[in-house]
């Protein structure tokens, strides 16, 4: 009789689960954009720099553009070409509340297609930057922009902030764009 009640809760609990984590753009109508300069517009120009709000992990600025000639929307984009090793950028801390579920996306685009993924993340901080939260989503990228979507709920309850993490994957003859980087509070969880 256990095993059946435990079956039943993990059944009950994968139907209340998928249906609040399934989230899609019409969710984000009306909602603000929690990622700053999401479409690396902001900043004073600089091919050799990244746009304000952004950063890299590592030490592979050799690779990446601030480009102004193939954006999604706006005029720049970052442009990511032949990288030589794995390759992190990383959005300012954003506030969030842990009693949301979050909606994130990015747009990008690849000078051939191929079945190289890229991966994009929301990590959730706590008050002292601990990270306590993480959640992570691989998409492929086709020649034309293509969207690669996350959803993460059910944060930890000292979640404070977040950031969107892109990893781009070493493959020296690959050119990448990334453009619209956003992050959205959809739904508030009920307890």
């Known amino acids: 009789m256990e095993k059946i009640i435990i079956a ?3 059944v009950l609990s994968s139907c209340f689960f998928g249906s609040v984590m399934d989230f899609s753009e019409e969710d984000i109508n009306d909602k603000e ?7 690396f517009e902001d900043g004073e120009y600089d091919p050799q720099k990244l746009p304000d709000g952004w950063f890299l992990l590592e030490d592979t600025f050799d690779y990446i553009t601030w480009d102004n000639e193939n954006p999604h929307t706006g ?3 970052l442009e990511v070409k032949h990288p030589q090793t794995n390759i992190n950028i990383i959005s300012d801390a954003f506030p969030i509340d842990a009693d949301h579920v979050y909606y994130s996306r990015l747009f990008v685009k690849t000078n051939y297609n191929s079945n190289q993924s890229i991966t994009i993340r929301f990590l959730a901080f706590d008050s ?4 306590v939260s993480k959640f992570s989503k691989k998409g492929l990228p086709k020649q034309d922009w293509t969207q690669i979507d996350i959803t993460s709920g059910f944060l930890k309850s000292t979640a404070r902030f977040g950031r969107i993490i892109i990893s781009i994957p070493k493959k020296s003859d690959k050119m990448y764009w990334l453009d619209d980087v956003e992050s959205y509070a959809v739904y508030r969880i009920q307890k």
Do not use: E, I, P, Y
């Open 33 to 39: 954009n929690k990622v700053f300069n999401a479409s």
């Open 128 to 131: 002292k930057g601990k990270r």
């Open 8 to 10: 039943l809760l993990v």
């Open 75 to 77: 005029s720049k984009s």
